[in-house]
């Protein structure tokens, strides 16, 4: 029912009668880390986790003669923590084109890295992004559907495993508290006023925020210097083809048919080298004649 009455129909109504086309606004200023916001609709919550709610990209067309083409970061997040925290573990990890999951459960569980279960790679992979927004045992708890104390055990091997992401994330909380405030690794501050309050609860949020927001802030600003160079890119070649969405981590262009492989290959270089990290940057571009079929 949600589906529909947001989506479907919601999405219907915002269709403009000239072109046939539906018109986001993006907004620079709304969100503290520095993520872009879409409203009125807004296209960056269009379902993806639910099968049924992915359909809904079905609708999402090109017009004729062009396709999409959707470039998404693969991890970026989890790439600018290990450049941040400069932890050689998970550097070397990336540096290797591991399978990033695989590498932390084989390690978090002292298991040889072949023999890795399926089970132990998504426990892992929730550990590895869990600890970017400063995951608590009792949130990981409800997570993964285990107890407090075992999940607790998780995030502690996870932090001898990777001991440089420990103190970066102990230093980030640090800088917080002193400063009231951290910066994202192009200077963007983050403000945090909740260090200030006399709500345990809210001081803990702080906590969360201040390990957060750098790492997510860094990929927010990384993705708008793509943006701008993708644009730069497309503008100066003359080229037909368009950016017209932004989904945080994924750019999605309408491609004319002629420039399919142009395109693609502007879009992976200038992902690619938006940032010079310490580790390799990785854009995943995937073509299709509709939204769902490109993602």
């Given at each position: 029912t949600k589906?529909k009455s ?5 999405l219907?109504?915002?269709i403009?009668e000239?072109?046939?086309?539906i018109?986001t606004?993006?907004?620079q200023?709304v ?9 009125e609709?807004?296209l960056?919550n269009?379902?993806i986790?639910m ?8 609708v999402f067309v090109?017009?004729d003669?062009y ?6 970061y693969?991890q970026?997040e989890l ?6 925290s400069e932890d050689?573990t998970?550097i ?14 084989a390690l978090?569980?002292h298991?040889?890295?072949k023999?890795?279960?399926e089970?132990?790679?998504r426990?892992?992979k929730?550990?590895?992004f869990g ?9 990981l708890?409800?997570?993964?559907n285990i ?8 995030i502690e091997?996870?932090?001898?495993t990777?001991?440089d ?7 980030l909380?640090e800088q917080?508290?002193q400063?009231?405030y951290?910066?994202?690794l ?8 909740e260090?200030a309050?006399?709500?345990?609860m809210?001081?803990q ?10 790492i997510q802030g860094?990929?927010?600003d990384?993705i ?5 160079r993708?644009?730069?890119k ?6 037909k083809s ?8 994924e750019?999605?262009?309408e491609?004319h048919?002629?420039?399919?492989d142009e395109?693609k290959?502007?879009?992976e270089t200038e992902?690619?080298h938006?940032?010079d ?6 854009a995943?571009v995937?073509?299709?004649?509709n939204?769902?079929?490109?993602k």
């Amino acid at each position: 029912t949600k589906l529909k009455s947001t989506y479907a129909d919601g999405l219907e109504s915002d269709i403009d009668e000239k072109d046939g086309r539906i018109h986001t606004t993006f907004n620079q200023n709304v969100t503290a880390t520095g993520r872009l916001s879409s409203t009125e609709p807004n296209l960056q919550n269009i379902p993806i986790r639910m099968e049924l709610g992915r359909q809904i990209r079905k609708v999402f067309v090109p017009q004729d003669g062009y396709v999409f083409l959707d470039a998404d970061y693969s991890q970026i997040e989890l790439r600018v923590l290990a450049h941040m925290s400069e932890d050689e573990t998970l550097i070397e990890a990336y540096r290797e084109n591991a399978d990033i999951h695989r590498t932390t459960a084989a390690l978090v569980f002292h298991t040889p890295y072949k023999e890795v279960t399926e089970l132990q790679r998504r426990n892992a992979k929730a550990v590895n992004f869990g600890i970017v927004y400063g995951i608590s045992g009792f949130g990981l708890s409800r997570d993964l559907n285990i107890s407090k104390k075992q999940a607790e055990k998780y995030i502690e091997d996870y932090f001898e495993t990777y001991p440089d992401v420990k103190r970066f994330m102990d230093e980030l909380v640090e800088q917080g508290k002193q400063k009231g405030y951290v910066t994202s690794l192009f200077g963007r501050i983050r403000p945090i006023p909740e260090f200030a309050s006399k709500n345990f609860m809210q001081r803990q949020f702080g906590e969360r925020i201040a390990m957060n927001s750098p790492i997510q802030g860094t990929a927010a600003d990384i993705i708008k210097i793509a943006m701008i160079r993708v644009h730069k890119k497309l503008k100066e070649g003359n080229y037909k083809s368009r950016l017209i969405l932004q989904i945080h981590d994924e750019l999605l262009i309408e491609t004319h048919k002629d420039e399919i492989d142009e395109v693609k290959q502007i879009l992976e270089t200038e992902m690619v080298h938006a940032c010079d990290l310490a580790v390799p940057l990785i854009a995943e571009v995937k073509q299709g004649i509709n939204w769902y079929e490109a993602k």
